[in-house]
Every structure is written in structure tokens, then in C-alpha cells.
């Protein structure tokens, strides 16, 4: 993990997954997956670590998504084949290690970035932060897991309506629906997030890996939906929708969708 677009830290027991793209409000890219992925080996292989956290650089977001950049040229095949089945094995990757995760969102977490987020156990965030997922204002679907996992998080009448209006949510919505746990501002984030580390490092480390394999069995049977995203996000990317909403956000103008 020599690029510095994720940096993997180490504090005692608890292990650290910093997405370090703050001028790009650490829009994910392939390599960002690829060290993300690498991070998640490290952990699962460390059997000193006992908790983790996940972070953005800087003061503007969590994670903005994933990298328009990234994947706009792709085909419909390109993007069911590669890009959402990545990252659907990265963030399985997160949801699946031994130790309880814990997501610090300060800013905007949308999209993919929002996505990540919800791979993790737990998910704390700053006043200002806001969520959504935009998908469907540009053609696309969500493809990293955020059909499933909203659900689970808030509910089916909630989460279908983030989904389907893409409409941003704050903080003192988001805790109140039960996406985030809990809300502090400023320096008391970070202080919480390390206090709920250190709080779970000192139980009984097979104890607490068992609980979190335990509440991972009802999850099983939707991994297969997993599946259907992929299709669902190739198939999406094959319509004259999806090459009108990539024109009309490079061009920053409204798009005019024909439904075909």
C-alpha cells in the first residue's frame, strides 16, 4: 500500500482505513478498491487487531461516491463484469472481517461513498454531514450493496425513498431514521469513535467476533442480491438514459431522460 490514496494505520488493537483523496472528496477509484482490499487482508490476518475504524481526509467528505471518471467510458458488460462486482467483493470484504467496524462520517457520503459506510458495523458522523444516493438523477443504479443494506439500516419506506428521489439527508435526519448511530461535532467525532474502539477492544475479542458472526447469518440469504445489482447496474449502463446523464453532468447541465 505504497499509494497513499488509502493509508493503513495501527494503534494497539484497533486498525485505521483512511481514504487520503480529499481533492477529489475521496472519490473512489480501482486503486482506492485494490488498497482497501489490501487493508481488509492485513486485518483479517492480524489477530492482534480487535476493532476498526474507517475515515475521509479532510473537512468536506466522507467519500463522494465512486470516481465518475473512473467508470464513464466502461460498457455495459465492462461494468457489470468489473467495476460493480468490485466493489461489491471490497465491501463484502469490510462487512465480512472477524472485528467490528466503526464508520466516521464527517461530510458528504454519497453514493458509493454512502455504500461503504453502510459496510460497516457502526456509523457516527459530524452535524454536518449529509447522505444520499444520487444514482438515478444520472441514469445509474446503486451497485455496491446500497439496495440491501439501506434497507436493513432504516427500513423499506425510508430507504426506498432515498433511493428513488436521490433527495439529500442531514445528519439529525439520518440519526433519526437509524442510518447513523449517533451525531458529534468537530474533535468530539474523533474522541467518540476512539472511546467506542477501545470500548470493544477491552471484551472478550472471541466473544465479540462470535456476536458479529452470529448477526451475520440472517444476512446470507440477500448476498445473492449482490448479483442483481451487477445485472441490473449493466443493464442500466446500456440505455441512451445512461449516456445522457453522464453528458448532462460533464456538461453540468439537466438532463433530459427519454426513457429508452
Known amino acids: 500500500m505504497s499509494k497513499k490514496e488509502v493509508l493503513y494505520e495501527k494503534t494497539g488493537s484497533v486498525a485505521r482505513l483512511v481514504l487520503n483523496r480529499p481533492a477529489k472528496l475521496n472519490a473512489l477509484n480501482p486503486d482506492m478498491l485494490d488498497m482497501l482490499e489490501a487493508g481488509c487482508r492485513k486485518i483479517a490476518e492480524d489477530s492482534t487487531i480487535r476493532a476498526v475504524l474507517i475515515s475521509g481526509k479532510g ?10 471518471s473512473a467508470w464513464a467510458q466502461l460498457d455495459h458488460l465492462a461494468m457489470w463484469r468489473r467495476w460493480i ?18 464508520a466516521l462520517v464527517d461530510g458528504i457520503a454519497f453514493g458509493g461513498g454512502l455504500e461503504l459506510a453502510l ?23 446503486p451497485g455496491w450493496g446500497g439496495t440491501f443494506r439501506l434497507a436493513e439500516r432504516i427500513g423499506q419506506a425510508r430507504a426506498r425513498q432515498m433511493l428513488f428521489t436521490g433527495e439529500q439527508i442531514h445528519a439529525e435526519t439520518a440519526v433519526s431514521w437509524g442510518l447513523v448511530n449517533e451525531v458529534h ?12 474502539a477501545q470500548r470493544i ?15 451475520r447469518l ?14 441490473a ?10 449516456q445522457e446523464g453522464l453528458e448532462a453532468y460533464f456538461a453540468k447541465r439537466k438532463p433530459e431522460y427519454s426513457g429508452k
Not at 462486482?85 to 466503526?102: C, K, T
Request: net charge negative.
Open 59 to 68: 473537512e468536506k467528505a466522507f467519500c463522494a461516491g465512486a470516481d465518475i
Open 85 to 102: 462486482r468490485r466493489g461489491h467483493e471490497v465491501f463484502g470484504s469490510i462487512e465480512q472481517l472477524p472485528v467490528p467496524v466503526i
Open 119 to 141: 459496510s460497516a458495523d457502526v456509523l457516527i458522523c459530524s452535524a454536518s454531514s449529509r447522505f444520499a444516493f444520487p444514482e438515478t438523477a444520472i441514469a445509474a443504479v
Open 185 to 196: 461535532e468537530g474533535p468530539a467525532l474523533q474522541k467518540r469513535s476512539d472511546e467506542l
Open 201 to 215: 477492544c477491552a471484551n472478550a475479542p472471541v466473544a465479540v467476533s462470535c456476536t458479529k458472526q452470529l448477526m
Open 218 to 231: 440472517y444476512q446470507l440469504s440477500r448476498d445473492r442480491l449482490g448479483s442483481m445489482e451487477s445485472v
Open 233 to 242: 447496474g449493466g443493464f442500466a449502463a446500456s440505455t441512451s438514459d445512461a
